[in-house]
């Protein structure tokens, strides 16, 4: 993958309880439509999730978060043969299942190794690229009173621990995600976007999840259905720091954003 521009990672949440999107693409056909659209817009890869992390989520079995996905990548796969597909989960059994049946070349795990300490060798086995993520706790409770000392040195640290943990493991090919929203309060949040060009200091790829979020619509009184302007400011923000992926729902408006900022940025 060229990393000569920014990438554009369009979600897509195969769950009925995903904070914005959930229930809307559980039937084939659906998910035929979203990923067709999303694509066309200018999407470089999808992430698929079959098991909602957002605040307070209760985690479904691993059968049916299998199931969920099977239904979507074998689609996706017919379909879509040459698109680049990452999986969003923190079992290790469906990584290892995932790449497998249908050639995931990224596994996104929100828990960066935390949920389950055998998808670090699983990833190294298969050689697949790694999105590293911070999160504080576990989705049931990782917004009950999240504290750190400094967070942006605090989810550094953390992050570097893990980089090291993973290369032992054999995984070479590590994405950085600071996780915004995932055990942090609105103030950590917007501490994490200021010192977003912190993190180059990993000399790695840096992916932001930003799209629609709480720490927007909290923030501006609203709701996630409100919150496209304020995602489209906050991702302007990511990228004149330097973000390498924008993690989205909605690809259009942030392929737009990317050629704006690139325009800036080349004068």
């Known amino acids: 993958m060229s990393m000569?521009?920014?990438?554009?990672?369009?979600?897509?949440?195969?769950?009925p309880d995903s904070f914005y999107d959930g229930g809307r693409y559980e039937t084939g056909e659906m998910v035929r439509l979203r990923a067709s659209r999303m694509i066309s817009e200018g999407a470089d890869i999808l992430d698929i999730g079959a098991c909602s992390t957002r605040p307070g989520a209760q985690e479904p079995d691993m059968e049916t978060e299998r199931s969920r996905l099977d239904l979507a990548l074998s689609i996706l796969r017919a379909d879509y043969p040459d698109i680049i597909l990452s999986v969003d989960t923190y079992r290790s059994e469906i990584a290892d299942w995932a790449i497998e049946a249908y050639n995931?070349?990224?596994i996104n795990d929100v828990s960066g190794g935390e949920m389950d300490p055998r998808m670090?060798?699983?990833?190294?086995?298969?050689?697949?690229?790694?999105?590293?993520?911070?999160?504080?706790?576990?989705?049931?409770?990782?917004?009950?009173?999240p504290v750190y000392r400094e967070v942006t040195g605090d989810v550094i640290r953390t992050?570097?621990?893990?980089?090291?943990?993973?290369?032992?493991?054999?995984?070479s090919d590590i994405w950085i995600d600071p996780g915004f929203g995932f055990g942090k309060s609105l103030d950590d949040n917007f501490s994490l976007l200021d010192h977003l060009h912190d993190f180059q200091i990993f000399e790695r790829p840096l992916v932001v999840g930003l799209s629609r979020k709480s720490m927007i619509y909290r923030a501006l009184d609203t709701a996630p259905e409100a919150a496209l302007n304020g995602t489209t400011v906050l991702h302007t923000v990511a990228l004149l720091k330097n973000a390498d992926i924008l993690r989205v729902h909605d690809v259009k408006q942030a392929i737009e954003c990317i050629h704006l900022i690139e325009k800036v940025k080349a004068n």
């Open 159 to 171: 992050l570097a621990t893990r980089v090291n943990a993973l290369e032992q493991a054999g995984v």
């Open 120 to 145: 670090y060798s699983v990833v190294g086995r298969h050689r697949v690229t790694y999105i590293l993520m911070h999160m504080l706790g576990i989705p049931r409770t990782m917004q009950v009173n």
């Open 104 to 106: 995931i070349q990224i």
């Open 4 to 15: 000569d521009r920014p990438m554009v990672m369009g979600i897509l949440n195969v769950t």
